[in-house]
């Protein structure tokens, strides 16, 4: 039982933590409370495991928000802050991020080619940056699980013309998966498992379960 050697992480088709980036894009209460296609606590859950996913292989984050300097809005959620607590945000007035030069500045400035992107709301702060990225040669990976509309049609339309654009769908589980892609690379594998224990719903609850069976099953210690 042997893996094949790793290929090279920069040219890989699929996602690595060397050649992708992690945007986030107005988590902010106003947006995070308006959502209406998905229940917003998992909508936060989701997205600061998505966070927390980004950390642990070490991608570039880059942080938006959008009014908070000119006291329109107040800034991203705090369960976001505390999972990204020294990630400097930036604040803009354009509705598309891909419109704000500091942003696309940011952006440039990672060297990656892959955007993994979560934003509210899809049909607006998703969607526009994804088609401009996607026409300025760039490849979208829209984390699905983590975004959300006002509406479920206006969430599954704004999708639609992503993935019509060229746009890659994914959720913040998959992503995580295809980040570690093997467990012999040892060095990310307890932050792997810190992330789904505390992210709970998707399988953590099954690793948080094992360890009891297991505790249960050894006996009590030696002498």
């Not at 930036?90 to 942003?103: A, G, P, Y």
């Not at 994804?130 to 959300?148: N, Q, S, W």
Request: charged fraction near 20%; glycine fraction near 6%; include cysteine.
């Amino acid at each position: 039982m042997a893996s094949l050697p790793v290929r090279e992480p920069t040219v890989d088709h699929l996602l690595t933590p060397q050649n992708s980036a992690l945007l986030l894009i107005d988590y902010q209460p106003p947006q995070v409370f308006t959502v209406h296609s998905m229940e917003t606590g998992q909508l936060v859950n989701n997205v600061v495991s998505l966070a927390k996913t980004a950390k642990v292989f070490g991608l570039p984050i880059i942080l938006s928000t959008v009014n908070v300097a000119s006291g329109v809005n107040p800034d991203t959620i705090p369960q976001l802050r505390e999972a990204l607590p020294d990630q400097p945000e930036i604040d803009r007035t354009s509705i598309n991020s891909w419109e704000d030069e500091q942003f696309l500045e940011a952006v440039k400035a990672t060297g990656r080619k892959k955007l993994i992107m979560a934003a509210l709301w899809t049909e607006a702060c998703l969607l526009f940056p994804t088609l401009d990225a996607i026409k300025d040669g760039y490849e979208v990976y829209p984390v699905v699980d983590a975004v959300g509309g006002t509406t479920r049609e206006s969430h599954e339309a704004a999708l639609k013309r992503c993935y019509q654009a060229g746009a890659q769908p994914t959720t913040w589980n998959s992503l995580h998966c295809e980040l570690q892609r093997d467990w012999a690379r040892t060095n990310t594998v307890q932050g792997f498992r810190d992330v789904v224990l505390e992210q709970g719903n998707a399988w953590g609850w099954y690793l948080t379960l094992e360890a009891e069976v297991k505790k249960a099953y050894a006996g009590p210690a030696g002498p």
